[in-house]
């Protein structure tokens, strides 16, 4: 049996082209790109999943492995699922700002936790909101519909050197305005309450200047405040699975757009 070289370009490039696709975006993606996930685990998964996928992918281009062409796809495999999981992050972060809003609102802003998703110090009611928007996320499979996605994604976006272009950026970068405005209004409740209550101790504080209104207006405002984040918490779901259906939407329309 004769083996010629561009059988096993073809081979290999069969192979890698869909592995660094798929690894750049569990690299980034929720819960996969956590910095508390071993590397090698990351590493292990996009191999793993790759040859799952394999069979359902259509045809890699045959082209030489160390030539300029094969480093631009290359590129470009790469470049488009770190935008995917970059666009998945957007939608984590909005959730993640929209608890250190409320924190703020509720004097429980210096209460800050290491957030085991980015490693950084965030708020311990931007941690509570995490866990429960993540384990929504996985509960409603959202991380399968994240893997539908990518695997459309090569059809409606072969690998080839041309992938995302300045037009698909632009989409990404109007998308990041989810991180202020999914913030504001899964904070909003809350900071209308709030701005209520410390409305009535300016009042207060007005009316009856000998009254120690620091003594008291703290620990009301930190009652309070955790009262609202019970109340509100059932809508929190609903509002970030509405978060992730419009990132799925945006995800399809940039690799369906893309030329």
Known sequence: MVIHSAQITAWVGAL???????????????????RNVPARIRIGLSVAVTVMVLPLLPSAPAVEIFSLKSFMILAQQVLIGVVMGFALQLVISAVVTGGQIVAMQMGLGFAA???????????VISQFYLIVVMLTYLSLGGHLVM???????????????????????????????????????????????????????????????????????????????FALVLITLPNIVPYSTSLFNEVYHFLRDVTAGAK
């Open 16 to 34: 890698l082209w869909p592995l660094f696709r798929i690894s750049g975006l569990l690299m980034i993606a929720p819960v996969f790109g956590a």
């Open 113 to 123: 936790m290491v957030d085991p998703q980015n490693g950084v110090q965030t708020t």
């Open 147 to 225: 893997f539908e996605i990518l695997i459309d994604s090569f059809k409606t976006m072969p690998i080839s050197e041309h992938g995302m272009g300045p037009d698909n950026f632009w989409q990404l970068v109007l998308w990041g305005n989810q991180i202020f405005s999914g913030a504001v209004g899964m904070a909003l409740p809350a900071i209308a309450s709030l701005l209520m209550v410390n409305f009535t101790f300016g009042i207060m504080t007005r009316s009856a200047p000998q009254m120690n209104i620091f003594a008291i207006g703290f620990p009301l405002t930190l009652l309070i405040g």
